[in-house]
């Protein structure tokens, strides 16, 4: 299901649908210096390639130097991005096996750089872009896809690009970014993902003003024209993609919300900013209650930013405190929220609707500092986008509230962080239980060496994406996100916990998004969801269909 299977003869070889040049220039067939000499005769590409047979390893060294050649990481991820265009095979063999390194490059904290300069830096087209020129026809749009068996959609409409904002079809970088881990992470093939920009205009200036820019130089629809679009654009979805997740990506709070509740319960779709922001946290406060020893249910946790990936995570933390006997109303009194104003709290007149739930009783408070010292928070959770939010006044309070303070600095890319490792680790005397959104080198202090978990989406979304293709659910739920966070929490060893970190190693994500896959796919098959035949033996089979970045045999 997860494979092309109309290129397959047999498990190991293909029949290719080009030859000649036509192949070389198609990076889903060119395996580049790799062919043999027998399939360069018969293919009629002997002469247009240096004689030398290469294996697949040292292709991946003579990749390896060259991007590790490069002068800074943009272009190290450029000469990432051009082995994707012209050898797919190798790109994902090379991510695969080198995904610590590697996946910086592709994703985040790289990819905000690259998404700031798409118009400067462009080589060649990937995925679909729409606009409003296309309303009435974006069915249309959808059929020029090569590949049918679409079943893993990210869409975008580019207002809220990490912590970067409004960067309109330059945005595209998230899509590709993230369907590239859907693939490397957890083995979805990438001839079954689309990535998809609905260009609806930007509010930036610098965009309209910029010469190169390749999105529609205008403001951003709104209201009526601009849900009209969306709306076409799902239903064109259900219609020439049936079988596709679609995954709404990095749009601004007044619209992801809504899109969310709108179509969560009508399609196949999931808010990963959301959701999946949501997940990956609620596993990583799972795995810090080992090391601080204080239960869930006892902490009493802090955000800092009150946006959708805030309220995500609080949500699904309410979920896991009901879960745990906790009612309701408890469990979203242990939650609370500074904004860019003040404590969200039960006098304001100004809040959105998506904070009221948690507008507690309480005095205003505007500093984030006084709201630690009157909420003695056991967890602060950054998610506000802005960097150095976390002070180190506010540590030091930390540390003197907490045994082992928990203090998580989600906000993307890097230059973003609330804080960095260091400062965690040094301004709390060693004592923090530390994670971020983008990736931090490993800190030595007072003879130890702390490696902090990197709070990244990947961890969940590839392997829950994974499951619902799998089983072919016909909804995405809170529940599965739920059973994901429990899920990669139970893949933290006692040895990582020991080194301070509280996720699995990034070389162990193929196989976590395995685990994850298999336990969404069984809550599909439990709720009625799935359309897809339950197998003997799910775990099994969900790995039977993930991608292997090998080559095959052309016949």
Known sequence: MLAPRSLDVAEDTIRPSATGMTLLQDPVLNKGSAFSREERARLGIDGLLPPHVSTMDEQMKRVLANVRGQADDLQRYTELIALLDRNETLFYRVVMENLDEMMPLIYTPVVGKACQLYGHIFRRPRGLFITRHEKGRIRDVLRHWPHRNVRVIVVTDGERILGLGDLGANGMGIPVGKL????????????????????????????????????????????????????????????????????????ANHNAFRILEKYRDRVCSFNDDIQ?????????????????????????????????????????????????????????????????????ESTRKDLQDHKKPYAHKHAPVTDLLAAVKELKPTSIIGVSGKQGQFTKELIEEMARLNKRPVIFALSNPTDNSECTARQAYEWSDGRAVFASGSPFPPVTYKGATFVSGQGNNAYIFPGVGLGVVVAGSSRVTDEMFFVAAKTLSAAVTKEDLDQGRIYPALQMINEVSAVIGTAVAEVAYARGLATEAKPADLERHVRSLQYKPVYKKYV
């Not at 079954?192 to 609905?198: E, F, R, V």
């Not at 969306?230 to 020439?240: G, Y």
């Not at 805030?310 to 469990?331: N, Y």
């Open 180 to 251: 590239s881990l859907y693939t490397a992470c957890a083995g979805v093939h990438p001839s079954c993902t689309l990535p998809i920009t609905l260009d609806v205009g930007t509010n930036a200036q610098s965009l309209l003003e910029d010469p190169l820019y390749l999105g529609v130089q205008e403001k951003r629809l709104v209201g009526r024209e601009y849900d009209e679009l969306v709306e076409e654009f799902v239903t064109a979805v259900q219609e020439i993609f049936p079988h596709a997740l679609i995954q709404w990506e990095d749009f």
């Open 276 to 344: 999946g922001t949501a997940a990956v946290t609620l596993s990583g406060l799972i795995s810090s209650a080992r090391l601080t020893g204080v239960a869930l249910k006892d902490q009493r946790f802090l955000f800092c930013g009150a946006g959708e990936a805030a309220i995500g995570i609080a949500d699904l933390i309410v979920s896991a405190l009901k879960a745990e006997g906790v009612s309701e109303a408890d469990a979203r009194g242990r939650c609370w929220f500074i904004d860019s104003k003040a404590l969200v």
